[in-house]
């Protein structure tokens, strides 16, 4: 009776584990939905969208980067200790994941569809303000999210499958993101981004209220109920547990190089292949190899062991990006979408890898510091996570911007933001102040002039469009001029809206006006509709403004500072992660097995002792 009795206990534990599971894992979708849409697409966001001078995008990025980490260091732990001292009836975690999906995307909403009010300087301080709103709300959120993911089960196959599943989840949520942004926004940047933060948004909190509504939290010892944790135990707790800081220095250079192909993915492309929407496939392909790695990783797991799993991984990613920094100097193999795509998948399978094993050790830091301390502490422990990806981010922004800057390539960037700008403002402009607007803009198109200049050697023509005017006094009437003035226009770029295609917007589709240089009184009719349009066909012939004015522009030095940020100094913090784990972590399956027979020993102990 007693073994039936015991068998019918562990089936039901069983089912509401499966149940915990699936409902933990599959709400990973929204929440790195969103995650990508701040960590991915924010630079791109700014550097595409918004027309800022150097000074203003460098400031950004550094105080997004710096300040936000600063703020990160501090309100991290804290938000650990907090949720390691709540004892709600409503559970542990699940108060705080809660009000973190709620906050979190009220203020992406809010981030993304007020900002137009605000240019320049302004737009500076109203996303650096939003940012650090988001950053606490989302802090909330991801360390009670990542904390509950270590209380769902303590034994090996349970948690390895757990974990397993949250990882696919959050990679196919990032593959959605990363997809359905790279496909809306070119060509419409303020418009797309409108609409994607707020389906975003919406499904990240719809999928955090239904798993927080219907899942179950593990019911807690008596000693966790009693445990007060004060900031001193907290830091105590951080500072005796070696493995997850070990752990959590590999991972800071893992997230940090992992993460500059795909933050730089975007100029990299338009660089090399062009403005071309083509960009999706390669984004396509980075989540589906993603998700098809960690698919496949507890069978190689099993068959290699995670120490041997991760050497495998880092060598079959830095193959690949080998292959990344060779192609296109040669005929024999070309820069295209199908050698990109290739050695991409080399290394997204790789990285993929290497971070399933990494997440599981990191997770298994909990067991540990109960091994050793004897108390679990899953939200102290499992908040180096968020913040040492939080850190990474910081210098990954860092090293974007440096990189953009040094090369020039933020400066050649700015054409297709304005152009991309000024589409926002014209398509929801009046006929009428579409006139004045085209009337305005011509003006100052007419103060700049062609010069050309013939090589005597080669008899070779070239066109060099230079303004008759000084562009600080230029900029000058600019932010002056009634029409103009806010429309985030500046003189070094001006030129490229003269190659913007005016539209007649009909039932049957777009008919083409006129360049914008072309334009003359009288093309605009009221009572028609009216857009502007970056890429397209006109008359048969294809034509493109972001590449007349970034990819025809760029340098080989822009090409090599890009190509190194993408491939070379990734390797290299790859690497160090590998040796960090490989020379300092000792957790592997057979630790991992010896740790827990100690820790249920302990607790059969004492139970032995309570019930005498």
């Not at 027309?51 to 950004?60: N, R």
């Not at 968020?386 to 953009?404: E, H, Q, R």
């Not at 054409?415 to 085209?438: C, H, P, W």
Request: hydrophobic fraction near 50%; charge should be negative.
């Amino acid at each position: 009776m007693a073994t039936k009795a015991l068998k019918t206990e562990l089936s039901a534990e069983d089912r509401q584990f499966n149940r915990n599971k699936w409902l933990f894992s599959v709400s990973g979708i929204g929440r790195d939905m969103s995650y990508q849409l701040i960590a991915s697409f924010l630079l791109t966001y700014i550097q595409f969208g918004m027309t800022l001078t150097i000074a203003q995008f460098t400031t950004i990025s550094l105080l997004i980067g710096i300040a936000g980490r600063i703020w990160d260091a501090i309100n991290d732990p804290m938000m650990g200790a907090i949720i390691e001292g709540t004892h709600m009836k409503f559970g542990k975690f699940r108060p705080w994941i809660l009000i973190g999906a709620l906050l979190t995307g009220t203020i992406i909403i809010l981030m993304f569809n007020i900002q137009t009010v605000f240019t320049g300087w302004g737009f500076v301080v109203y996303m650096v303000i939003m940012y650090l709103l988001w950053e606490s709300a989302f802090t909330m959120n991801d360390i009670g999210y990542w904390s509950m993911l270590a209380s769902l089960s303590s034994k090996k196959e349970q948690r390895n499958s757990a974990t397993m599943l949250t990882v696919v989840f959050a990679g196919l949520g990032a593959f959605i993101g990363q997809g359905g942004i790279s496909f809306l926004y070119p060509g419409n940047v303020l418009q797309a981004f409108r609409w994607i933060s707020i389906g975003i948004a919406v499904i990240f909190m719809a999928m955090q209220v239904v798993m927080v509504v219907f899942i179950r939290e593990r019911p807690r010892s008596l000693m966790e109920v009693n445990e007060k944790v004060s900031f001193r135990q907290m830091w105590q707790t951080i500072r005796k547990n070696d493995q997850i800081l070990w752990m959590t220095l590999s991972m800071l250079f893992y997230n940090i190089g992992s993460s500059l192909l795909v933050g730089l993915a975007y100029n990299l492309y338009y660089l090399e292949i062009g403005y071309d929407g083509n960009a999706i496939v390669f984004i396509a392909i980075f989540g589906v190899f993603n998700i098809l790695a960690q698919v496949f990783y507890p069978k190689l797991a099993n068959w290699l062991g995670r120490r041997k799993l991760q050497i495998v991984s880092i060598i079959v990613a830095c193959v690949g990006y080998l292959g990344i920094a060779l192609i296109g100097w040669t005929s024999i193999l070309p820069f295209n979408l199908i050698t990109l795509s290739i050695f991409g998948i080399l290394v997204f399978v790789g990285q993929a890898l290497f971070y399933m094993a990494s997440i599981i050790n990191m997770t298994n830091c909990v067991e540990y510091n109960e091994y050793k301390r004897g108390e679990r502490n899953e939200a102290v422990v499992s908040t180096l996570r968020p913040l040492m990806a939080k850190f990474a981010d910081a210098m990954k922004y860092g090293i974007i911007t440096l990189v953009l800057i040094v090369s020039a390539v933020y400066g050649l960037s700015q054409n297709i933001s304005t152009v991309e700008a000024q589409k926002g403002y014209f398509d929801r402009m009046t006929v009428a102040e579409q006139v004045e607007y085209l009337d305005a803009v011509n003006r100052y198109l007419h103060m700049y002039d062609d010069v050309v200049m013939e090589d005597p050697e080669t008899g070779e023509v070239q066109v060099t469009t230079t303004c008759m005017v000084n562009f600080d006094e230029l900029n000058e009437r600019l932010s002056n001029d009634p029409v103009l003035k806010g429309r985030q226009i500046s003189a070094e770029y001006l030129f490229a809206i003269g190659d913007v295609a005016i539209m007649e917007k009909t039932e049957d589709g777009n008919i083409f006006v006129a360049f914008v240089n072309d334009y003359k009184s009288g093309d605009l009719v009221e009572g028609k509709t009216y857009i502007f349009l970056l890429s397209g066909e006109i008359d048969g012939v294809a034509f493109n403004v972001a590449n007349i004015h970034f990819k025809e522009q760029s340098t080989m030095s822009m090409r090599l500072w890009i190509r190194a940020a993408v491939t070379v100094v990734p390797m290299l913090f790859l690497f160090a992660a590998l040796i960090i784990q490989h020379k300092k972590f000792v957790i592997d399956e057979k630790y991992y097995d010896m740790m827990m027979e100690e820790i249920n020993s302990r607790k059969a102990a004492t139970e032995d002792t309570d019930s005498n």
